[in-house]
């Protein structure tokens, strides 16, 4: 299984951005899936979160800028990020969780991380 995060790169103030996360392997239907970021010096933190089923939930932080969406059709995850400011830089990871089909052990995966800087 892998998560495959794209779309980070230089973004302006006030301006926007969307991230992808691709995963392969068959398990992205049935994920718990989120966006995590971690700034310079900071510990790591959950921006938003998806349910299997689409429920969503934004860090205070993101609430009315960022929003997570999910295609289970296509595999893929995406953050759509509005309204960017220079406190949004960070790198950005996809993560997945949930419960394997056979064994109902749990699992978590996370993808590689996209930069996201936000100039002023």
């Known amino acids: 299984v892998q998560l495959q995060a794209s779309g980070g790169g230089l973004g302006q103030a006030g301006g926007s951005l969307r991230l992808s996360c691709a995963a392969s392997?068959?398990?992205?239907?049935?994920?718990?899936m989120g966006w995590y970021r971690q700034a310079p010096g900071k510990q790591r933190e959950l921006v938003a979160a998806?349910?299997?089923?689409?429920?969503?939930n934004h860090a205070d932080s993101v609430k009315g800028r960022f929003t997570i969406s999910r295609d289970n059709a296509k595999n893929t995850m995406y953050l759509q990020m509005n309204s960017l400011k220079p406190e949004d830089t960070a790198v950005y990871y996809c993560?997945?969780?949930?419960?394997?089909?056979?064994?109902?052990?749990?699992?978590?995966?996370w993808g590689q991380g996209t930069l996201v800087t936000v100039s002023s």
């Open positions: 993560h997945a969780e949930g419960f394997a089909m056979v064994t109902g052990r749990p699992y978590e995966y």
């Open positions: 392997g068959n398990i992205f239907s049935r994920s718990a």
């Open positions: 998806i349910t299997r089923s689409g429920s969503t």
